[in-house]
Structure formats: C-alpha cells, structure tokens
C-alpha cells in the first residue's frame, strides 16, 4: 500500500469546517483513498473512502485531486465531539486486503 | 455501519498467564478479520490477519506462538495472548471486512485493553 503524509496535529473552532489534508504522491491506480478515525480509548470508525470523484456522506466530503496524489477530508461543522485523530490511508479494494495505519493527524475541536 | 463486537473490553492480569479476546461481526459474515495493537500514543500496528478456516498469518515480527488465532467461524475470531508478560500490556483491537457493491470496508471492534501485572 502507499504511503501517506498527514500533519501530525491541527486545532479547529467549533462550528467551523475542518480541512484535513493528506498527500499520496505514490498512490496507484487501482488504490482508495480511506480516512477513519479513532477517538480516545476506542477502535477506528469508518469515515469515507474514494478513488478518483469526490465523495459526500452524512459525516464528512472527501475532494481528491485530479491527479489524486492528494485529498482532503472536511467536516463541514466541526463538535466537540470530533476530536479524535484522523487517518488517511490509500489500499487497494481487493477481498482480505489490510489496512496499514501511518501516523495520522490529532485533531482537537475547541470552543 | 456494520457491527463489530469485542469483549472483554478491558482485563487486567497476573504475569504468565493467558487472555482470550473475541470479536464477532454481529450482523454480517466475516471471512477476513484482522487483529492490531496499539502502544500510548502511537498508531494501529497489524498483527495478524485472521481467516476463517485456515491458519493466521502473521505480520513480521509477532510471535504466532505467544498470539494465538482461531477464526472457526464466520462470526467469530479470537486472539489469545499466551503467557502474558507486562510488555504485552496494550490496547488491541479487531477489524472485519464487509463486501457490497464492489467497494470494501473495514469496521472495528471498540478494543480491549489489557494491563498484565
């Protein structure tokens, strides 16, 4: 799987778009761009995943670029309830295929 | 989303002795599931990858002896750590594969957290 880079950390108000962004440059064809993330003491919670068109749920907007070496993640209203870190993680959609975890980005929602 | 169910989530234990975790899809078949580890502070690390019916294959590294694996159903996996020594004190966590519409999620277990004294 490709590697990503993500800031390491990042603060947003509350009430606010968060944009977290992620660099893929090595990203092949055939692999999704996934972000998860994990709040404290708890398992990863799927977010979105994409491979070429942006996407859109009832969480969060995944915009990938057209040469989908980069993406970003937006929260369009961040809560408190948001502070967790986020990973970006580029895999191939194959059956059994692991999810390789980098460092991800800590975000922290404040008032 | 898809649940997963991981129990317990945390144990304390007494060095050299054994913990069984399990994680179970409720409401899907799960033929993959994998299993992570995660020290304070850092990110996920892949342990094994769990297979219903077959042997586990392990990452580089993790001692297939000491993380026992059994995966006899399509519902359920369960990681034992063997002989439990204080170094293994960690949060572990499952994950298992749903399949709909050609697209792949993982979803995970809420992790247990094991403190072995």
């Known amino acids: 799987d490709a590697k990503t880079t993500q800031p390491p950390s990042m603060d947003c108000a509350e009430g606010r778009a968060a944009n977290l962004p992620c660099n893929h440059s090595?990203?092949?064809?055939?692999?999704?761009v996934y972000w998860y993330r994990q709040i404290h003491s708890q398992g990863p919670q799927y977010i979105i995943h994409g491979l070429k068109n942006n996407e859109t749920n009832e969480m969060a907007s995944l915009i990938i670029t057209e040469d989908r070496k980069s993406s970003t993640l937006i929260l369009p209203h961040a809560t408190l309830r948001d502070t967790a870190v986020y990973y970006c993680?580029?895999?191939?959609?194959?059956?059994?295929?692991?999810?390789?975890f980098g460092g991800g980005t800590r975000v922290l929602v404040k008032p | 989303g898809a649940v997963v169910s991981q129990h317990p989530s945390w144990v304390i234990c007494k060095s050299g002795t054994s913990v069984k975790i399990e994680c179970r899809s409720l409401d899907f078949q799960a033929t993959t599931m994998f299993w992570y580890r995660q020290f304070p502070k850092q990110s996920l690390m892949l342990m094994a990858t769990?297979?219903?019916?077959?042997?586990?294959?392990?990452e580089q590294g993790v001692e297939k002896d000491k993380f026992l694996i059994n995966h006899a159903s399509l519902t359920l996996s369960t990681l034992t750590v063997t002989s439990a020594h204080p170094e293994d004190s960690s949060f572990y966590i499952c994950s298992a594969r749903t399949v709909g519409d050609s697209n792949e999620k993982l979803f995970f277990g809420s992790g247990t957290q094991l403190s072995v004294l």
């Open positions: 090595t990203i092949s064809g055939n692999e999704y």
């Open positions: 769990s297979n219903e019916g077959s042997k586990a294959t392990y």
């Open positions: 993680i580029v895999r191939v959609n194959a059956a059994g295929n692991k999810l390789t």
